[in-house]
């Protein structure tokens, strides 16, 4: 079992900045990535950016140049810098562990994302 702890969102204007952080712990292993999906009301939960223990990144079109991933493998914690936010970006954002041998998946229990215009 994988526990995700989320932390860093909130609410910030148009343009503004947030740091979302997702800590993991428990049964660890090594071939994994982790990342942010985020869910909209109304829509389905889309994939933000995702980051391997190797360190390759993968980024949603819609957030590319303004969101940076990254994480740190001694904490087993990975971080997303969003930047130049706007209100399309509003979602609940999910912490997702995948174990990449077993394609299991982990998520955690959602923080709240809302940026007013």
């Known amino acids: 079992q994988v526990q995700l702890v989320e932390s860093g969102g909130g609410l910030v204007q148009a343009g503004g900045s947030l740091r979302l952080s997702c800590a993991a712990s428990g049964s660890i292993f090594s071939g994994n990535a982790m990342g942010w999906y985020r869910q909209a009301p109304g829509k389905q939960r889309e994939l933000v950016a995702r980051?391997?223990?190797?360190?390759?990144?993968n980024y949603a079109d819609s957030v590319k140049g303004r969101f940076t991933i990254s994480r740190d493998n001694a904490k087993n914690t990975v971080y997303l810098q969003m930047n130049s936010l706007k209100p399309d970006d509003t979602a609940v954002y999910y912490c997702?562990?995948?174990?990449?041998?077993?394609?299991?998946?982990?998520w955690g229990q959602g923080t709240q994302v809302t940026v007013s215009s």
């Open positions: 997702n562990y995948l174990i990449i041998l077993s394609s299991h998946n982990y």
């Open positions: 980051i391997t223990s190797g360190g390759s990144t």
